[in-house]
């Protein structure tokens, strides 16, 4: 059984520190996807990375994907109260199980003003 | 559609009762996911579909749950006899390829067993 954890599980900062989360598993991934969350809400996609070692920015934040496609980070710079949610990593597997998205647990942030 | 479609938003039933969940997805994506997500926590996986077959459905909890997609877009996902502990917030995705890249979310059905 393909297994993510994620950390840490809650996270609380203030406005213009900077984050990081992790993703772990000892499985490897096709490819591993972040997402966001607002309560009341589906998660929300926010970057898809694919090959090992990728890295991706969008805006403030950075993500990587481990050479080894078991792991991946989420580092959010200079974090805005706007960035508040649920951050959730989600791992897709090879062949058959590529469509059997496992996600983590997910990390809570919250950033205060 | 625009994006994913649950129906409906909220049920509550009674304990014993079958309830049926229904998922529209994208227009022309081609895979279904079925999850279950406990408040504060990450979707677990249900089931998924690749057009009208059934993939994987090691995620369905036991015998009483079950999902179909008969003509590859609208899927139905049913819970018989239902128990207090199938309470929870059952979320449909779609994605437009086979790969399980980009999935988009609906905003689920909060179902409360009484």
């Known amino acids: 059984t393909q297994l993510l954890e994620q950390s840490p599980q809650f996270l609380s900062i203030q406005e213009g520190e900077n984050l990081t989360v992790y993703c772990n598993s000892s499985?490897?991934?096709?490819?591993l996807q972040w997402y966001r969350q607002e309560p009341g809400e589906g998660p929300v996609l926010l970057v898809t990375v694919v090959t090992g070692g990728e890295v991706k920015k969008l805006k403030r934040l950075t993500f990587q994907f481990g050479d080894a496609r078991k792991d991946s980070s989420l580092h959010i710079t200079a974090a805005q109260p706007g960035d508040t949610g649920l951050y959730l990593c989600a791992g897709a597997g090879y062949g058959g199980s590529q469509g059997n998205l496992i996600f983590g647990k997910g990390t809570k942030l919250s950033v205060k003003p | 559609g625009a994006g994913v479609s649950q129906s409906p938003r909220y049920k509550v039933t009674k304990r014993g009762q079958d309830v049926a969940l229904r998922c529209d997805p994208i227009s022309g994506h081609v895979s279904l996911y079925w999850y279950r997500q406990a408040l504060g926590q990450g979707p677990e996986f249900l089931t998924y579909?690749?057009?009208?077959?059934?993939?994987?459905k090691s995620g369905l909890p036991n015998d009483r749950f079950s999902a179909e997609r008969p003509e590859g877009s609208i899927s139905t996902l049913t819970i018989q006899r239902t128990e207090q502990r199938d309470s929870a917030m059952y979320r449909c995705?779609?994605?437009?390829?086979?790969?399980?890249?980009?999935?988009?979310f609906g905003q689920g059905t909060r179902l409360t067993v009484v």
């Open positions: 499985s490897v991934f096709s490819s």
């Open positions: 995705a779609s994605s437009l390829e086979e790969t399980g890249i980009e999935a988009f």
């Open positions: 579909f690749n057009y009208e077959a059934q993939q994987d």
